[in-house]
């Protein structure tokens, strides 16, 4: 029975084990799902960028959400720029001691009144006014142009409005606060944006305030001034000058007004629509108080401008304004155009205040070449070769361009108050060469992104001015070259980016003129008192390969 048991398990066994060989057989001979990887379609886009693109590409995009970086910016004068439409109906706001121009006039100096501080011309008018201003907004807009910047126009005195009576009124002759408004709006509905002339440093000696101040010791506003006897005309003025008692931010109730309450000079005008402010003698107002300043516009409405008038080095006010004007820049291009400095010194110059200065302050900076208080360009730089060689740098370093009105058509003007001339209308056309090349310049900026938000790069050289501005993509290179001397210059030059391929070339935006890269290298052939500026050309029409295929 034993022996029996056992053959009856083992058989039992054999016929499992038989089983399930059968059955893992089966399981073997069973088709089983092909895993294939997923591969991207030809027709799908393939990102080409390398990770120094990648790296760059935040920044870039925050540059661009950015109003303030690189915009075109345009100054007007509101007393010069568009013959008011209703002339009559305001003429009896020019009586004398002011006198009423007719626009074909030019302003000429008059005579120094020492005891009121100030020169007979500076109360001459034609008339202007910002419903006037107003008028011209699409001519504004087809200029190309992203910033309207307004001198002055607060209540005051004088025709350029930097002697203040209350900054919280517009003077007559402009208007009222509700045009600023409205006029603010119109740009907004352009696409464009509107910074006012802060003039807080100091005001007009007609102010009321000034007047209690300095008639009343016990004035309520004593402590708004630098009023006593230790000052030979008995208070402070701006630069001495009579007219302009200088204003004593180390007051708190000043503090208080100027920047501090929801409804002062600095936010309240931002809350009724206005962008930003550029801040007259800031060097004078001090590290401290415009940081102060700043944040307190950036509170009454974040992404404001705050932007100083600076005559210093940019490096350390970059921090306390979004920016400032940079006539730093502005000086090394005259010096360069004018053959007294080199182009390697110049490139060396505007290196090391790259480098120096926080680079986003200085994209929100603008480079200014002439303005009310400097000759017009048309005077500064008579020879036409030498005004569009500062025009391209003023166009293509970090910054703003700031045009002042009235370049575009050549407008002349030697210092003050010659270069406040009113427009001629009769020259904005296409007839006048100068005004076509202004157009040119303002369309190329638009569409060179590199100029806009790009990074800067210097070029060595022995004899030129060389740089580039590059982004995130190569066709978007911009290679900046200056001749400043009499002679044509041929140099051999590291274009220094790694993305541009050998063999192919580089072309002028303005003459057409090519080189071609060799190992990432150029010869270029530079003709006398001439900027050129090179952009690859990334397919040969006549072509159907391109070397750039496969980089961004």
Known sequence: MVKNRWKTILRTCACAASALLVSTLA??????????????????????????????????????????????????????????????????????????????????????????????????????????????????????????????IHDAFTNHKYDANDYFKVSPEYGTRDDVKKLAAGLHDK???????????????????????????????????????????????????????????????????????????????????????????????????????????????????????????????????????????????????????????????????????????????????????RPRLANRLPDAKSRRMAQILQFTLPGSPNLYYGVEVGLEGADDPMNRAPMDWSKANDSNAEFVWLRQLTRLRKEMRALRIGEFRRLDTETLLAFTRYTDKVGELAVVLVNPTDAPVSEFLSVRDSKLMNNEALKDVFTGYQTRVRAGLIRVEVPANTALVLRPVLQDPTKEYTAYKRVQ
Not at 36 to 56: G, M, Q, T, W
Not at 333 to 351: M, N
Not at 354 to 368: K, M, N, P, Q
Request: hydrophobic letters at 40%; charged letters at 25%; glycine letters at 8%.
């Open 191 to 373: 696409g464009m944006r509107l910074v006012l002339d802060g003039v807080l440093n100091h005001m007009g000696r007609n102010s009321p305030q000034f007047q209690d101040a300095l008639k009343n010791p016990n004035s309520p506003y004593r402590d708004w001034y630098f009023i006593g006897p230790e000052y030979k005309m008995g208070y402070r003025g701006w630069w001495d000058i009579a007219n302009l008692p200088d204003v004593k931010w180390e007051t708190p109730a000043v503090q208080a007004r100027l920047y501090g309450d929801p409804d002062s000079v600095i936010q309240g005008w931002l809350r009724d629509g206005v962008d930003g402010w550029r801040l007259d003698v800031a060097y004078d107002i001090g590290f401290k108080f415009l940081g102060d300043a700043t944040k307190a516009a950036h509170q009454a409405k974040p992404g404001s401008l705050m932007l100083g008038e600076i005559y210093n080095y940019p490096e350390q006010w970059l921090g306390p304004m979004d920016g400032m004007l940079n006539i730093t820049a502005g000086e090394v291009i005259y010096e360069l155009v004018d053959g007294k400095v080199s182009g390697r010194q110049a490139a060396s110059i505007l290196e090391r205040m790259v480098t120096d200065s926080d680079y986003e302050g200085l994209l929100r900076s603008w480079i200014v070449l002439d303005n009310h208080d």
């Open 27 to 152: 399981f073997a001979q069973t088709p089983r799902p092909v895993q294939h990887k997923e591969r991207p379609k030809v027709s799908e886009p393939i990102s080409f960028a390398n990770p120094h693109d990648l790296a760059l590409a935040p920044k870039l995009a925050a540059r661009e959400a950015d109003w303030r970086i690189g915009p075109v910016v345009y100054q007007v004068m509101v007393d010069r720029f568009a013959p008011s439409r209703d002339l009559e109906a305001k003429r009896a706001l020019y009586a004398a001691p002011r006198t009423l121009h007719p626009w074909s006039s030019t302003p000429k100096r008059g005579k120094l009144l020492p005891e009121q501080g100030l020169w007979t011309h500076e109360l001459d008018f034609w008339g202007g006014d910002l419903d006037s201003l107003a008028s011209k907004l699409d001519y504004i807009k087809a200029l190309d142009v992203d910033v309207l910047y307004l001198g002055p």
